[in-house]
């Protein structure tokens, strides 16, 4: 397996792989000219069609925005991205439709081994990242690797998102846990 893929098979994988380094340097080419661009949904609305690996109608993503590979970022209709967010889209960051981020939520689907004498050999891990439709994420949350957030859900603002959320749920808090049945 190359190294691409056992990133996005959720194995461990060497980040410094020149295949891996030709894509970020691809999306932070991309993002220098997003962030750059004026507030014009006619000039951003087909950098975003060429850069995100698929997106619906009807998106807005605030500058400055910033993320690993782009093609493993799918939003869907109604989707909108406030000021700073980052995207660490070494797997798959899926998004529903009706889905607003707060200002700098930050989404990691990368993250490191636990076990020290592992993590400092320098690989890698990845795990895809789902949030469902009708979902509010308050500013400043952190959503970690693995996480699903179901549909009609509110994720308040500085949140820390280590485990699935349901549906129809409030949910707050470092960890963030439900507070309230919708």
């Known amino acids: 397996m ?5 990133m996005l098979a959720g194995e461990l994988y060497d980040a410094s792989d020149h295949e ?3 894509m970020r340097i691809k999306a932070r080419v991309w993002m220098d000219a997003y962030n750059k661009t004026p507030f014009d949904k006619d000039i951003r609305k087909p950098m975003l069609k060429n850069f995100l690996g698929k997106m619906g109608n009807n998106i ?3 500058t400055p925005f910033y993320c690993d590979y782009g093609c493993h970022i799918e939003v869907g209709e109604n989707f909108f991205a406030n000021f700073n967010c980052v995207f ?6 899926k998004a529903g439709d009706n889905v607003f981020l707060g200002p700098n939520v930050q989404i990691y689907a990368a993250y490191h081994p636990i076990i020290a004498a592992e993590r400092i050999k320098g690989p890698e891990l990845a795990a895809p990242i789902t ?5 509010w994420i308050g500013g400043g949350t952190i959503i970690c690797a693995g996480v699903t957030i179901g549909s009609n859900t509110t994720i308040g603002a500085g ?3 280590v485990k699935n959320i349901p549906d129809n749920v ?3 808090g470092n960890p963030c846990r439900v507070i309230k049945q919708l």
Do not use: R
């Open 131 to 135: 949030i469902g439709d009708n979902v």
């Open 170 to 172: 409030v949910a707050v």
């Open 20 to 22: 891996l380094l030709q």
């Open 159 to 161: 949140s820390i998102v």
């Open 88 to 93: 660490l889209d070494c797997s798959y960051i």
């Open 60 to 62: 807005d993503i605030q």
């Open 2 to 6: 190359t190294e691409y893929e056992k």
